[in-house]
């Protein structure tokens, strides 16, 4: 997700665990939220770099853990240091699990995912139910969390007496939203899903299929299914299969088994692309030496996105040999 919701959601956690909360544990847990996004920074590294680390460093079991501790040891460092103040590493470890373990949690829920068995495999787990940057979700936990704010100014304004509990109880209000807002799309996407597999596309049935977050209406989905012949995109309405055609979907045929095909999919840059692809498909093109391939994935993932998507292009010779192949992103969106 974003890191405005990520902070949000680590701070209104701050809040409703501690109740008389030092500024300091506060600042601890909201860092936690937002530090495991360190591994974007992969993407200074080039486009491969960034699809093979970024969403895994620091989002897996093993990174998550190892940036907890370190943030932990860093908090009960610190102040030692300043002021030879005792501080349980424990404690401060504890706070930094629940902001890290709340960034991975948030991250699960979204279509692009993370690597949770990063370095020892590179599987991607998505549950793909939300949106990376949910206006409607990022609007209420702003509310829920700068109106006690405000509150507490007009209070001091009028004399009135303070109560430190305020914010605690929006910062719990906060969270049961998410947590129903999150239950609410997850049974929708459920049912997209039911309905997509319940379907068949242009006389062929699914194989597999997924619904993914495409708008802020819990509503709406980009619902893509794999029959033995295609891959299949259409937009689906939750909640009634009233209206749904599914002989309306997009159609992107799979082309036929060849030496060259193959041959391609061997290429390392290639090779990268379908590791993190769920729902690839090729096209294939003659050229003057032999055959240009190029490999894109339907429905959201690291390689689409809102705004483009990753595409792999690989060219043969007349043997199969790679004459040239990149990975490059094209900004269109390309549906």
């Known amino acids: ?152 100014l007009v209070s001091d304004e009028i004399g009135a007496q303070k109560n430190d509990n305020v914010g605690r109880g929006w910062a719990i209000g906060a969270l049961i939203f998410l947590a129903l807002f999150s239950a609410g799309r997850f049974v929708l996407h459920a049912n997209a899903e039911t309905l997509l597999r319940a379907s068949e596309f242009h006389r062929r049935a699914p194989l597999e299929v997924a619904a993914f977050a495409d708008s802020a209406n819990p509503f709406h989905w980009l619902g893509v299914a794999e029959t033995e012949a295609s891959i299949e995109e259409i937009e689906v309405a939750a909640g009634s299969g009233a209206g749904f055609d599914p002989d309306r979907s997009r159609t992107y045929f799979k082309p036929d088994a060849s030496p060259a095909l193959e041959a391609a999919r061997k290429a390392p840059g290639a090779s990268t692309f379908l590791e993190l692809a769920r729902f690839p498909v090729a096209s294939v093109q003659a050229t003057a030496d032999g055959s240009r391939i190029t490999f894109r994935d339907i429905g959201y993932s690291r390689l689409r996105d809102g705004s483009g998507y990753v595409f792999a292009d690989v060219e043969l010779d007349a043997q199969g040999r790679v004459l040239r192949e990149e990975l490059n992103y094209a900004r269109q969106r390309g549906r």
């Open 1 to 152: 997700m974003d890191p405005v919701t990520h902070g949000l959601t680590s701070y209104a956690l701050a809040r409703a665990v501690l109740s008389k909360p030092a500024k300091a544990s506060i600042f601890l847990v909201v860092v936690a939220g937002v530090a495991p996004d360190l591994d974007t920074l992969t993407s200074l590294a080039g486009l491969s770099s960034r699809l093979r680390y970024s969403g895994s460093v620091t989002h897996s079991y093993l990174g998550a853990g190892i940036l907890a501790a370190l943030l932990a040891c860093s908090f009960w460092m610190w102040p030692r240091r300043r002021a030879g103040a005792a501080c349980s590493f424990r404690f401060a470890l504890g706070l930094a699990a629940l902001g890290v373990a709340s960034h991975v949690l948030l991250d699960l829920t979204t279509s692009y995912g993370i690597a949770l068995r990063w370095p020892f495999r590179q599987v991607i787990t998505a549950w793909k139910f939300m949106l990376t940057l949910d206006p409607l979700l990022l609007g209420i936990l702003l509310m829920a969390l700068l109106l006690p704010g405000l509150f507490r």
